[in-house]
């Protein structure tokens, strides 16, 4: 079965301040989908990203940015210069053929 | 990007009461649904699939006969939740899944959740 392991439960940060969400999984399928979700808390799902495994092209968007490699099975989501906006619980999520896991999901903080 | 709605937002029921959560796409057709369920502070957990025309498959663990689920259409899918209890309070999320035929554009959209009370 597939599982996501997000190990940071809080991270608490200093505005201007970069910070990297870790995020692991497992899964025996060879096509899969990496995601990162954003939850404020208003509690909707914000989308940040998706990642096919046949596509290990790190990407940058904006202060966001992510790591991916398939050979330590890790999909890092990095915020170059934190704002007080991006604090949230952030998740990992990984789908194989029809449903979708998600991790435990990393809070952040970040204080001006 | 597509947009799934959820009606209600919020409910405050009074315990043995059932209480019905809507889920729609409102710009594609989803032959797929899910329901998710979360506890405060913590993860999405998947409750069940659902299938436009077929029954729901449900998570080990979850009570099908408490958690009436219905996909009576491509855009539309429902959770009932039966005789409600305080237990069963939580933040009800559903998505579905927009498949347009290629897996690169296989992916799902979330609705922005209702918040379950039981009192």
């Known amino acids: 079965a597939q599982k996501v392991t997000q190990a940071q439960t809080e991270i608490s940060v200093v505005e201007k301040e970069d910070v990297t969400l870790d995020c692991v999984y497992e899964?025996?399928?060879?096509?899969?989908?990496l995601f990162w979700y954003k939850q404020p808390p208003s509690g909707e799902l914000v989308f940040l990203i998706r990642?096919?495994?046949?596509?290990?092209q790190n990407e940058i968007s904006g202060r966001y940015s992510w790591n991916f490699q398939k050979s330590t099975s890790s999909f890092n989501f990095t915020i170059t210069a934190s704002q007080v906006v991006d604090s949230a619980v952030y998740f990992c999520?990984?789908?194989?053929?029809?449903?979708?896991?998600f991790g435990a999901g990393t809070r952040l903080t970040v204080k001006p | 990007g597509a947009v799934v709605s959820q009606h209600p937002s919020r409910v405050i029921c009074k315990s043995g009461t059932s209480v019905k959560i809507e889920c729609r796409s409102l710009?594609?057709?989803?032959?797929?649904m899910f329901w998710y369920r979360q506890f405060p502070k913590q993860s999405l957990m998947l409750m069940a699939t659902?299938?436009?025309?077929?029954?729901?498959?449900?998570e080990q663990g979850v009570e099908k006969d408490k958690f009436l689920i219905n996909h009576a259409s491509l855009t539309l899918s429902t959770l009932t939740v039966t005789s409600a209890h305080p237990e069963d309070s939580s933040f009800y999320i559903c998505?579905?899944?927009?498949?347009?035929?290629?897996?690169?554009?296989?992916?799902?959209?979330f609705g922005p959740g209702t918040r379950l009370t039981v009192l």
């Open positions: 998505s579905a899944r927009d498949f347009t035929g290629t897996a690169l554009t296989d992916t799902q959209y």
């Open positions: 899964t025996r399928d060879t096509t899969y989908y």
């Open positions: 990642r096919n495994s046949f596509d290990e």
């Open positions: 999520a990984l789908s194989e053929v029809n449903d979708m896991r």
């Open positions: 710009d594609f057709q989803a032959t797929t």
């Open positions: 659902s299938n436009e025309g077929s029954k729901a498959t449900y």
